[in-house]
């Protein structure tokens, strides 16, 4: 891997006190929701009351309360945000313990595949107690091995080993400049939604901003998914690449001459997989936690519950 400037852990550290940042700068509409939530909940507590004594029904006390909930989650609105944030952190950092560690095994597996190529290649300068339990077998290593030296396979096989491993050190490090992209997106998205969030919940009081709150809910935890979503994914992607390698270091162990040709999916193919998965975190994070959905669940309830008012009415 190439050398960072900026490890993963002081990415995300960085962008967490970015989020900090957003929720003090809400502090700045705080206020000004609560003024909007106070406008709103004198004329929804009005209006129900109206249509209450209109109807000649007694007054129910219980959905009343509604406004006033939503001025406790605006006067409490850091406590709500960091509430939202855990579940997701929480995530976040079990996905990137579990990546590193799989990166580490990565590299000794590398490193346990070129000596499987070196000892292929050159297997004189390599002792093995089976294989050279004979001289016939010291023999043979001896003529393989000069015959890999005299013709420059062994060269060849080297260089051709670090090309290819610098070809996976550019796609790894392209698919990890992708979840720096998805780490910064997710934060200006998630800092976006904290500021603009409490003048989202003073809305939703009026009639006709009901289901507001709930697709701003669904917009924040589907937006903090991105991370542990493609830390995930990096993550299968290093568990398929390290059987990979298991795989080729067996086959390299039992031939007899070392054939390249055979060795490039852990190096293009596992990857370029990575890459792929990674373009799919958005889909994936809607399909765990629907963003969209939420207007149209709610549309219907508010639609039942009008339907049922309506009934009433004609019954009377």
Known sequence: MFLQVLTTDDFFAFTDTLIVGGIDHARLLVDMARAIGGIAAFFYISKR?????????????????????????????GVFVNLLLVPTKGLA???????????ALVALLLEQKQDAMLASDLPIFYEN???EAALWDKGINLLLTSYNIITGRAIQNQINFYIMDAIRQVLESLFEAIVYLIAFLRTVFCVLLVIFGPLVFA??????????????????INVNLYLPIALLILSLDQEVLIYMLEWEIIQINSMLIYQ?????????????????GLSMVPRIASWIVQASGTGSGGGRMVRTAATMAITKGMLK
């Open 49 to 77: 009351i109206y249509e209450e004594l209109i109807a000649d029904n007694p007054i129910s006390l219980l959905p009343l309360l509604r406004p006033f909930a939503f001025v406790l989650v605006l006067s409490f609105w």
């Open 93 to 103: 950092s079990l996905s990137e313990s579990i990546y590193a560690n799989k990166k």
């Open 260 to 276: 390249p040709q055979m060795f490039y999916v852990s190096s293009l193919i596992v990857p370029v997989c990575g890459i792929i």
């Open 203 to 220: 809305l939703s009081i009026f009639d006709g901003f009901q289901d507001n709150y709930l697709q701003w809910i669904a917009r924040f």
């Open 129 to 131: 107690e089976e294989k």
